[in-house]
């Protein structure tokens, strides 16, 4: 959450959204996130930094991922966890 609350506070994106309706943004996806305990650490991905989202999913059994990452598609599916960009999970629908 504090990488993301550090993206948005700069300046560049002042021309597109209002500081005020990113803070607000980030008060409510505080509000219906969940903290996930990282218990099991992963170190599978060709970029190191991507691994977190792994542990996250891992940690939190989930059944999904979607990104836009070719680094973490290309793992699809990885230990029983499905792998999509968002044009495929949206196809879905």
């Known amino acids: 959450m504090f990488e993301l609350a550090d993206v948005l506070s700069r300046r560049k994106l002042d021309r597109y959204i209002t ?3 990113r803070k607000q943004f980030l008060r409510e996806l505080r509000r219906v996130t969940e903290l996930v305990p990282i218990i ?16 996250v999913a891992l940690n939190r059994r989930a059944d999904l991922i979607i990104t836009g990452d ?6 699809n599916p990885w ?7 968002p044009a495929e999970y949206l196809q879905r629908s």
């Open 79 to 85: 230990r029983e966890i499905e792998i999509v960009s």
């Open 19 to 21: 500081v005020e309706d």
């Open 70 to 75: 070719q680094g973490l598609i290309v793992l």
């Open 40 to 55: 099991q650490l992963v170190r599978e991905c060709r970029d190191p930094s991507d691994d977190k989202f792994l542990e």
